[in-house]
């Protein structure tokens, strides 16, 4: 089977002489990739002209909300997922954390779109800057999706995670996506992509896929598009420095080698559950996906008088796990992706020997179960032990990307934090330790050169998710050797896609802009209460003005009564004089948002149906016995529960005194129906 492309809505297949793709078990051939002769100017023009003006028309809640759609799809897909998995090396758990983690990413970007960007167009970044003395002339950063394409060249020992990881905040932003898989497992991307588009769920345009080379795509690259890459640091360069890639400033985001460390602290020694758990997680990500990750741990840095213990219990670890045909169920690793990668992994294993010597898996070699050792890609998880720490060089620069971690003892944290440093920029590195300023030291020394820090301890080892799984919610990528890049990290990954801006205007430009009401804009005159409009007929701007109420001595002590708050500041006149920001007896706080509600809601069945919080309070005036108070209640938020039949609105609202200075000012949140009488 030659696998085909998808170029602007067609299945294509490439010219040429096909590269075979090989089961990494057994070695036969199970399909065949080339992109030679398809046209690479024609998915840019695709993606720029029907793509990204596809996405574009609807809102980060739209598009969230199809994410959803598409992973729920997936996710009825994966028992043919996981049987193509296997021809990768991958076992059932290393299909898992690929297939069902890729769609589990999808679920994760539609819960955050929803929750954490607008129903809208544009994503409103930070707070209004006011820029005159009236409030007139105000500033605003802004977001809005690029223009242009997402190049996202992926790497192949992940070929499902590695595309949604990169698809979902692509999509969510905006901005289509060009996918292009490693080549030697590019059979699991293809069958993924297709059931993609099989769900005819994303607009036209918005996804598009090669099965081969880039060809002369990257001279197409305009400052519109972006390019998304995980792979090796030598790859990244070259594409780096690509003219046009140069020329235009395109965006460029790589996640390269990582040379991980995991530390363990000088208190965790053998017998104790923190040791136990560091065993368990090196022995883990050395043979999980047989040790191809990139953040699978590389270097074990433990303390010197723990060396021994280490290895030992390390030997006994490894000794059980079962290598084979990841087909059988007992077989725990399987091969690594091809022969070529073996070949590969001992060339880096013989470069490390120099330094080290192997305490576990003699020459990589074994007897696979269920399989052919001669056919497939088989290695054996391989230990070594650094012999002259002081004169170690290769350990710091060398990646045997596979089953390969070298155990490095130390004398001192501050040597730790030294030796996990030398990885010159890593993604992750870990701290196994039972001590909480151990922990906090390590943290300090690992952060400045670690894209993200782990720390387990038998409190939280249960609820761990691991020293090698990036989370949808937290930033994958890391400085210097390890790319330079951020993917994931929430909204963050959202953000690579999108062009921040500086708007200047009056209140009333930036408004209409956002679609969120901004101090200063116009207060629209309801025609009714706004609380008895449904969320439809809302308009932001929408305000309502309550008449006055006088604060009296008998409303403060009823108030504490009944709260149980009676701090001398409401009720000694006496001590409340020598306070000196209130100079007198004073409000509750909380009563005046509570006397405040009284004032504006309208209290019949009707669309509002619950207030579900208050943001952003402040208390900026103090209110004394016999200050009159009124409220001022505007529309300044919309945002619609897809299919839930109610929206979330936001309310600016200000308390005032009688010489109109404001005395508190907050956000209320409520859900409103979209019908005028909510179906009982």
């Not at 992926?154 to 999509?171: D, R, T, Y």
């Not at 290895?311 to 670890?317: D, G, S």
């Not at 990307?401 to 993604?427: K, W």
């Not at 004073?586 to 009563?591: C, K, M, P, R, T």
Request: charged share 20%; proline share 5%; hydrophobic share 40%.
């Amino acid at each position: 089977m030659q696998l085909q492309s998808f170029i602007a809505g067609r299945w294509l297949s490439g010219a040429g002489t096909a590269t075979a793709l090989r089961d990494a078990t057994t070695g036969e051939v199970i399909a065949s990739a080339t992109s030679e002769g398809l046209d690479f100017a024609s998915m840019l023009d695709h993606a720029r002209g029907v793509g990204g003006p596809n996405l574009r028309r609807l809102t980060f809640h739209e598009r969230a909300a199809q994410l959803k759609a598409l992973a729920r799809h997936l996710g009825g897909h994966t028992e043919e997922l996981y049987a193509l998995s296997y021809a990768t090396g991958a076992t059932k758990s290393d299909s898992w954390i690929d297939i069902d983690g890729g769609i589990g990413t999808l679920f994760a970007y539609a819960s955050k779109g929803m929750k954490e960007l607008p129903d809208g167009h544009v994503h409103v970044d930070g707070a209004v800057e006011v820029l005159s003395k009236s409030g007139g002339f105000l500033g605003q950063h802004v977001q809005v999706p690029l223009e242009g394409a997402a190049v996202h060249i992926n790497a192949f020992n992940f070929p499902v995670w590695g595309m949604l990881e990169k698809l979902a905040p692509a999509l969510l932003a905006g901005v289509p996506a060009i996918v292009k898989p490693a080549t030697a497992t590019a059979y699991l991307t293809e069958l993924a992509f297709r059931r993609i588009i099989d769900s005819a769920l994303l607009p036209e345009g918005s996804v598009q896929l090669i099965c081969g080379g880039v060809g002369d795509l990257f001279d197409h690259l305009t400052c519109q598009d972006v390019i998304a890459f995980t792979g090796s640091a030598s790859t990244a360069r070259r594409l780096r420095t690509h003219p046009a890639v140069m020329d235009h400033s395109v965006r460029f985001t790589a996640e390269t080698d990582s040379l991980n460390s995991c530390i363990l602290g000088p208190d965790a020694v053998a017998g104790t559950p923190e040791f136990d758990l560091f065993i368990r997680e090196v022995t883990r990500e050395m043979t999980a996906k047989a040790g191809q990750k990139c953040t699978a741990i590389r270097k074990a840095i433990v303390p010197a008088a723990q060396a021994g213990a280490v290895i030992e219990a390390l030997r006994a670890a490894l000794g059980k796990v079962v290598v084979g045909n990841p087909r059988q169920e007992e077989v725990r690793m399987g091969p690594v992706a091809s022969l070529a990668q073996r070949r590969e992994v001992l060339e880096q294993v013989s470069k490390l020997e120099g330094e080290t010597e192997v305490v576990y898996g003699r020459d990589g070699r074994l007897s696979p179960a269920g399989a052919d050792a001669d056919r497939g890609a088989f290695l054996a998880p391989t230990l070594l032990f650094c012999k002259d720490v002081a004169a170690a060089k290769a350990i710091h620069e060398v990646e045997a990307f596979g089953p390969v971690s070298t155990v490095v003892p130390y004398a001192s944290l501050e040597e730790a934090i030294v030796l996990a440093r030398r990885g010159a920029g890593s993604l992750v590195g870990s701290v196994f330790t039972a001590e909480e300023p151990v922990a906090a030291r390590l943290v300090l020394g690992l952060a400045p050169f670690h894209g993200r820090v782990l720390v387990v301890n038998r409190d939280c080892a249960k609820e761990s998710t691991g020293h090698g799984s990036p989370l949808p919610h937290l930033v994958h990528g890391g400085p210097g050797r390890a790319g330079g890049g951020e993917e994931l990290g929430g909204i963050r990954g959202v953000l690579h896609y999108m062009q921040r801006t500086a708007v200047q205007g009056t209140p009333d430009v930036l408004t209409a802009l956002t679609g969120r009401w901004v101090k200063g804009s116009r207060q629209l005159d309801p025609g009714a209460h706004p609380f008895r409009k449904p969320f439809g007929e809302l308009r932001i701007g929408d305000t309502f003005n309550s008449g006055e109420r006088e604060v009296t001595v008998e409303d403060i002590e009823r108030f504490a009564a009944l709260s149980g708050d009676h701090f001398y500041a409401h009720m000694d006149e006496a001590a409340a004089k020598r306070n000196p920001i209130f100079g007198g007896r004073v409000a509750h706080g909380y009563f005046l948002i509570s006397a405040a509600a009284g004032m504006f809601v309208d209290p019949p069945l009707g669309p509002v149906l619950a207030n579900y919080g208050i943001d952003a309070l402040r208390f900026t005036r103090a209110v004394k016995p016999g200050d009159r108070i009124k409220v001022r209640l505007t529309c300044k938020e919309k945002s619609l529960r897809i299919g839930q039949g109610y929206g979330e609105v936001r309310w600016d609202t200000q308390i005032t005194n009688q010489e109109g200075e404001t005395a508190a000012a907050y956000d209320v949140l409520t859900m409103v129906s979209e019908k005028a009488v909510p179906d009982g």
